[in-house]
C-alpha cells in the first residue's frame, strides 16, 4: 500500500482507504465489519471514514464495536466523522454546523464509537445560515481539546473552502486542510475544475468517495438491479435512476474491453484510475462484503498499468475530453 500526505499536512492516508456509508448497521453487522475492517487493514488501509448520519449514528456505533473486537493500537488507524444533518429534529439540530451543534454532535460521535479522538472531522456539506467564522472557531476548538486532529470540508464550492482557510489564517486558528468531495470516471468536473486551485495554492487534501458509483461501475447493473445490490435496498430507491440511466451503462459496457486486456476488473480499474490524479490523497472505498474489500484492494495493482496512453484510450471510450470537463 502506498501512504499519501494528507495535503500539505503532516498525516500520512493509505491511497486505498474504507467508508461505512449505507453498508454498516444495514448490510453489515459488527463481526462482518470487523471482518471487512480487517481485510483493508492486512492490505495497508488505515483509514476508515464514517458520519453521524449514517445510519443514524448505528453506523459510528458499528465501527467502535468493531475496533474494540479487533484491538488494533490506535496509532495505527485513523477514523473520521462528519457533522451537518444530524440525527435528532430541532432548531439547532438539523441542517447546521453552529457552534452549539458541532460541540455537541462530537461528543455524541465520540460516545458511539467508544473512541477519545477521531482523527479527521468533516464539515459534510456547507451552512450558508452560520457564518463561516463560527464554523471555524468550532473546528479549531475541538483540535484545541484533542477530541479531533485535523478537520476538513464535505461538497463546499471552491470559494467556500477558501473564505474558510482564510478566516483561519487571518486569525491564527486550525485551518481545514482537506475536502471529501465524489470523484469516480463518471463524476470528475469539481476535483479536475473547481478545485484546481485549492489544490495549487492552498495544498488542500482530498479523500475522495463513491469510486465505483455506488457500484454502477462494476458493471453489476448492466443488466437491471440485482437483489442484493445497494439498489434494491429499502431507502435508496433514490439511487436506482443513476443506476440504471442507459447512458451510464453504455459508458460502463464500453469499458469492458479494456479491463479485460487489462487483466483486471471493472471495479479495479475504476478504482485504480481515482488513485492516477496526484490531487487525491486516499480514494475512500465502500464494500458490502469481504470479497469485494478483496478485489478493491486490488486495484493498488492495476494503477501502474495505467499509462497517459490507457489514460488517454478510457477518456476517448468515456467520450470525455479532459480540457472541456465533464
Ligand atoms: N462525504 C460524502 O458526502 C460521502 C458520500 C458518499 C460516500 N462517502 C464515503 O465514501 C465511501 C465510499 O462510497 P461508496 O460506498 O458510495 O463507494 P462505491 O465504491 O461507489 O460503492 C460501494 C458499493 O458498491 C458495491 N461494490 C463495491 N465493490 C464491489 C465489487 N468489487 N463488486 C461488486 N460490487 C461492489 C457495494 O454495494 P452492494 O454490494 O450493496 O451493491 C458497495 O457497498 C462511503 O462509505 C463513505 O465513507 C462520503
Known amino acids: 500500500m502506498n501512504y499519501r500526505h494528507l495535503g500539505r499536512s503532516g498525516l500520512k492516508v493509505s491511497e486505498l482507504s474504507f467508508g461505512s456509508w449505507v453498508t454498516f448497521s444495514t448490510q453489515v453487522d459488527v463481526d462482518s465489519a470487523a471482518e471487512c475492517m480487517a481485510a483493508a487493514y492486512e492490505q495497508g ?15 459510528e456505533e458499528v465501527m467502535g464495536a468493531a475496533l474494540r473486537k479487533l484491538g488494533w493500537r490506535r ?13 435528532n429534529q430541532g432548531p439547532n439540530e438539523e441542517n447546521t454546523l453552529s457552534r452549539k451543534r458541532l460541540i455537541e454532535g462530537l461528543q455524541g460521535s465520540l460516545k458511539r464509537f467508544g ?16 457564518p463561516v467564522e463560527e464554523t471555524v472557531r468550532a473546528m479549531h476548538s475541538l483540535i484545541e481539546w ?29 485551518r481545514p486542510v482537506m475536502e471529501q468531495p465524489q470523484y469516480n470516471l463518471l463524476v470528475r468536473e469539481r476535483v479536475e475544475k473547481e478545485y484546481a486551485r485549492v489544490f495549487r495554492d492552498y495544498g488542500y487534501g482530498a ?33 436506482q435512476g443513476d443506476l440504471t440511466r442507459p447512458e451510464s451503462i453504455g459508458r460502463v459496457r464500453a469499458l469492458e474491453p479494456l479491463a479485460a486486456e487489462l487483466g483486471c476488473t471493472l471495479a479495479q480499474l475504476a478504482i485504480a484510475w481515482c488513485l492516477k490524479n496526484p490531487d487525491v490523497s486516499t480514494v475512500i472505498t465502500g464494500a458490502s462484503r469481504v470479497s469485494q474489500v478483496r478485489e478493491n484492494m486490488g486495484a493498488e495493482a492495476v494503477a501502474g498499468a495505467l499509462t497517459p496512453q490507457v489514460l488517454a484510450r478510457i ?5 470525455n475530453n479532459p480540457n472541456k470537463g465533464n
Open 75 to 87: 496509532s495505527s488507524y485513523l477514523v473520521s466523522t462528519k457533522f451537518y444533518w444530524g440525527i
Open 315 to 319: 477518456d476517448e471510450i468515456l467520450g
Open 45 to 59: 488501509v488505515n483509514f476508515f471514514d464514517n458520519a453521524e448520519v449514517y445510519a443514524g449514528g448505528q453506523s
Open 207 to 239: 479523500t475522495t468517495w463513491s469510486p465505483l458509483a455506488s457500484g454502477l461501475l462494476t458493471g453489476k447493473y448492466n443488466n437491471g438491479i440485482p437483489a442484493d445490490s445497494r439498489g434494491a435496498l429499502k431507502g435508496y430507491e433514490w439511487l
Open 146 to 174: 484533542g477530541q479531533a486532529l485535523y478537520w476538513g470540508t464535505s461538497e463546499w464550492s471552491a470559494a467556500e473552502i477558501v473564505a474558510a482557510i482564510e478566516i483561519a489564517e487571518k486569525h491564527h486558528l486550525h
Open 115 to 130: 473512541l477519545d479522538y477521531v482523527d479527521l472531522v468533516f464539515c459534510h456539506r456547507p451552512d450558508p445560515t452560520t
